[in-house]
């Protein structure tokens, strides 16, 4: 069982910056592909970005891109998500996503059914 914990959310003006976490208790983390969602009131939840598990190789959506970074740090067992720039329709909960993987590997995921487990969420608030 792999537990996810998010942090770093909170409130911000349009064009500030904010930096998630999200901690796993996963074993051997190298072995966990790992993603960001997101979900606004209202609307479906959506793919942020997501890293291989070898760190390697990450993918963004169109709507982040330019603006936010995805990074790990395996030693650590932690995923980041640092976001720049941050804009009104950035505001939504955050949520961390794992999926493992044979071994360490170059393969990203951006679809919520191809992982496993989640974190809680954080709460993200951008003010205009």
């Known amino acids: 069982q792999v537990q996810l914990v998010e942090s770093g959310g909170g409130s911000v003006q349009a064009g500030g910056s904010l930096r998630l976490s999200c901690a796993a208790s996963?074993?051997?983390?190298?072995?966990?592909?790992m993603g960001w969602f997101r979900q606004a009131p209202g609307k479906e939840r959506e793919s942020v970005a997501a890293?291989?598990?070898?760190?390697?190789?990450?993918y963004y959506a169109d709507s982040v891109k330019g603006r936010f970074t995805i990074s790990r740090d395996n030693a650590k067992d932690t995923v980041y998500l640092q976001m720049n720039s941050l804009k009104s329709e950035d505001a939504a909960v955050y949520y961390c996503?794992?999926?493992?993987?044979?071994?360490?590997?170059?393969?990203?995921?951006?679809?919520?059914?191809?992982?496993?487990?989640w974190g809680q969420g954080t709460q993200v608030t951008v003010s205009s």
């Open positions: 996503a794992a999926k493992r993987v044979p071994g360490y590997s170059s393969g990203y995921y951006y679809t919520g059914s191809d992982y496993t487990y």
């Open positions: 996963a074993g051997t983390f190298g072995y966990y592909a």
């Open positions: 890293i291989s598990s070898s760190g390697l190789n990450t």
